[in-house]
């Protein structure tokens, strides 16, 4: 089982990075990791309980996972885990948590434990699947971070719209 922890410096409160990767309307514009991910039932965002569905984007679109978010807590934290299995994982969670640091900048902690199908082979594909997963967390997140930095003030103006799933 593979465990790893980044830290992101970014460049917009936690408030606007939380919504900027949950909200699909904000998340379609810069994910590099995902092609396709939608709320089953269709909701904007997840929620206690809220599954996903998740296709892979550029290379990695054959992948696709679902998962179901384990804690939902609007600015500070969210998490979800991997339900059922889907090649080459047999076991995926991640957490996000945001703090925010000095005025217009936060941090991010992107926290994600995966583990590799068939055992047999774990030896061997664990390690690969680690590297590829921490080299697109990287390219993924400083992708975030450069939307960010040109449109975090769409974002804030999005927010002060009447929401009725901003509640929280």
């Given at each position: 089982?593979?465990?790893?922890?980044?830290?992101?410096d970014?460049?917009?409160?936690?408030?606007?990075?939380?919504?900027?990767f949950?909200?699909?309307v904000?998340?379609?514009?810069?994910?590099?990791?995902?092609?396709?991910?939608?709320?089953?039932?269709?909701?904007?965002?997840?929620?206690?309980?809220?599954?996903t569905?998740?296709?892979?984007?550029?290379?990695?679109?054959?992948?696709?996972?679902?998962?179901?978010?384990?804690?939902?807590?609007?600015?500070?934290?969210?998490a979800?885990?991997m339900?059922g299995?889907a090649f080459?994982?047999?076991?995926?969670?991640?957490?996000?948590?945001?703090r925010?640091?000095v005025?217009?900048?936060?941090?991010?902690?992107y926290?994600?434990?995966?583990e590799?199908?068939?055992?047999?082979?774990?030896?061997?594909?664990?390690?690969?699947?680690d590297?590829?997963?921490?080299?697109q967390t990287?390219?993924?997140f400083?992708?975030?971070?450069n939307?960010?930095?040109?449109?975090?003030?769409?974002?804030?103006q999005?927010?002060?719209?009447?929401?009725?799933?901003l509640?929280?």
């Amino acid at each position: 089982m593979t465990h790893r922890r980044f830290e992101f410096d970014m460049p917009a409160p936690s408030d606007v990075v939380f919504d900027a990767f949950h909200y699909h309307v904000w998340r379609d514009r810069w994910d590099s990791l995902v092609s396709d991910t939608r709320v089953v039932g269709g909701a904007p965002c997840p929620f206690v309980g809220a599954e996903t569905e998740n296709t892979g984007g550029g290379l990695l679109r054959a992948l696709s996972m679902r998962t179901r978010f384990v804690t939902f807590d609007r600015p500070r934290v969210a998490a979800a885990s991997m339900i059922g299995r889907a090649f080459p994982f047999s076991r995926w969670a991640a957490s996000m948590r945001h703090r925010d640091t000095v005025p217009g900048r936060s941090v991010f902690v992107y926290v994600y434990t995966l583990e590799t199908a068939p055992r047999a082979l774990r030896w061997l594909m664990e390690p690969v699947v680690d590297w590829i997963f921490v080299r697109q967390t990287r390219r993924r997140f400083e992708r975030m971070r450069n939307f960010l930095a040109l449109h975090a003030d769409e974002v804030v103006q999005w927010q002060r719209r009447p929401h009725a799933e901003l509640a929280g």
